[in-house]
């Protein structure tokens, strides 16, 4: 089993940064891919960005130029490190894993950890 855990969530004023963290934990046998997803209120959950385990990353539209996804193996950890951040950035946001375990792919989630940009 896999477990993660986000942190870093807070409240902040538009134009201020915020870095989230992900640590994971447990069998991690074959890591495809982390992310990161948010979910604003009354929306849909959406993916932010993702980093392959080579450290490839690739990001929504809307974060491009905002924010920075990154890996640190040793840690087993992912950060999102948020600038420039806007109003409608707020959401809860959830770290995703995407490992292979040897039949099939497994996706685990965070219990998620809210952002809050006042205008």
């Known amino acids: 089993q896999v477990h993660l855990v986000e942190s870093g969530g807070d409240l902040v004023q538009a134009g201020g940064s915020l870095r989230l963290s992900c640590a994971a934990s447990?069998?991690?046998?074959?890591?495809?891919?982390m992310a990161w997803y948010r979910q604003p209120p009354g929306n849909e959950r959406e993916l932010v960005a993702s980093i392959t385990s080579g450290g490839t990353p690739n990001y929504a539209d809307s974060v491009k130029g905002r924010f920075t996804i990154s890996k640190d193996n040793a840690q087993r950890t992912v950060y999102l490190q948020m600038n420039s951040l806007k109003p409608e950035d707020t959401a809860v946001y959830y770290c995703?894993?995407?490992?292979?375990?040897?039949?099939?792919?497994?996706?685990?989630w965070g219990q998620g950890t809210q952002v809050t940009v006042s205008s």
């Open positions: 995703n894993l995407n490992m292979w375990d040897g039949r099939a792919s497994q996706r685990y």
């Open positions: 447990g069998n991690i046998f074959s890591l495809i891919a």
